[in-house]
């Protein structure tokens, strides 16, 4: 079994910042991606940013600029700084993780989701 869980989301006024974790465990031998989605109850999840193995990134473009996504290996972690927030950054967030477990199966699991608020 694989889990990720979120921490950090909250409220935060406009223009403010906020750090997600997400913690990886269970019986993981390799991680390959780790990504960070976003989602308002209703809508389509969307792509924030992505962490390939190999240290290579991606983010939607809005929030280029303002988020940056990083990742420890050896810890099984993954962050998302979000500076300079705005309401429309508002959602649920979570994480998403793919790779090989101990049982050399390959997995993709999705953490409970956080919620991050935006307001003044």
């Known amino acids: 079994q694989v889990q990720l869980v979120e921490s950090g989301g909250g409220l935060v006024q406009p223009g403010g910042s906020l750090r997600l974790s997400c913690a990886a465990s269970?019986?993981?031998?390799?991680?390959?991606?780790m990504d960070w989605y976003r989602q308002v109850p209703g809508k389509q999840r969307e792509l924030v940013a992505t962490?390939?193995?190999?240290?290579?990134?991606t983010y939607a473009d809005s929030v280029k600029g303002r988020f940056t996504i990083s990742r420890d290996n050896q810890q099984k972690m993954l962050f998302l700084q979000m500076n300079s927030l705005v309401p429309e950054d508002k959602d649920v967030y979570l994480c998403?993780?793919?790779?090989?477990?101990?049982?050399?199966?390959?997995?993709?699991?999705w953490g409970q989701g956080i919620q991050v608020t935006v307001a003044s």
């Open positions: 998403n993780s793919q790779g090989i477990t101990t049982r050399e199966t390959p997995f993709s699991r």
């Open positions: 962490s390939t193995d190999t240290g290579a990134t």
């Open positions: 269970g019986s993981i031998s390799t991680i390959d991606a």
